[in-house]
Each structure stands twice: as structure tokens, then as C-alpha cells.
Nanobody, 118 residues
């Protein structure tokens, strides 16, 4: 079992920056792939960025060059640095942990709101 708690969301002007954090507890954090997803009103949840247990990263085309995902296994935390924010980045951002050990283990955080507006 993994518990995930996101923080760092808020209101920011277009062009601004935010850093989201996701603190994990309850299991072996370093063995999990971690991801950030987002869901805007009326839209499906979509992948924003992910990082494997080995540190490989992958990004949605819409955030490449602006967002950076990273992890600190010593702190059991994954981060999402968001720069050059746009109004279309407005959404609830969710942290995800997943691992395959004969079956898929998937855990979600409660989400944190990011609003980009002037």
C-alpha cells in the first residue's frame, strides 16, 4: 500500500512557475514508477509526465520543454517543476505510483488544484 499526498498547487499568472510535490509513504518508494496526471473540467484525465524507478522520464507533448519531473528517493518524494505556465495548464493535478509485481499496483493521490489566470 502506498499513500500519496500532493502539495504546491495554487493560483499563478500566465508565464509563472509552480513546483508540485508528492510525498509517498507506506511502501518501497524507489521501486515504483511515478507520474503526474491532470484533469481539467469536462475533460479526461491525461498523463503529464512520468519517471521510472531508474530515472527515465517521459512527457506529454503539450508540456515538453516547460515541465520537469524528478524524484528524490531519500525523501520519498516526486516533484513537478512547471515553468512558463499557460491558462490551458489549469487543472487538478494528481500524483500516481505504479509497479508491476505479477499484477499491477496503482495508487493515486487526492489531487491539487493549479489555476493559471491573470
Amino acid at each position: 500500500q502506498v499513500q500519496l499526498v500532493e502539495s504546491g498547487g495554487g493560483l499563478v499568472q500566465p508565464g509563472g512557475s509552480l513546483r508540485l510535490s508528492c510525498a509517498a509513504s507506506g511502501s518501497i518508494f524507489s521501486s515504483y514508477a511515478m507520474g503526474w496526471y491532470r484533469q481539467a473540467p469536462g475533460k479526461q484525465r491525461e498523463l503529464v509526465a512520468r519517471i521510472t524507478s531508474g530515472g527515465s522520464t517521459d512527457y506529454a507533448d503539450s508540456v515538453k520543454g516547460r515541465f520537469t519531473i524528478s524524484r528524490d528517493n531519500a525523501r520519498n518524494t516526486v516533484y513537478l517543476q512547471m515553468n512558463s505556465l499557460k491558462p490551458e495548464d489549469t487543472a487538478v493535478y494528481y500524483c500516481n505510483a505504479n509497479r508491476f509485481v505479477g499484477t499491477s499496483l496503482v495508487f493515486w493521490g487526492q489531487g491539487t488544484q493549479v489555476t493559471v489566470s491573470s
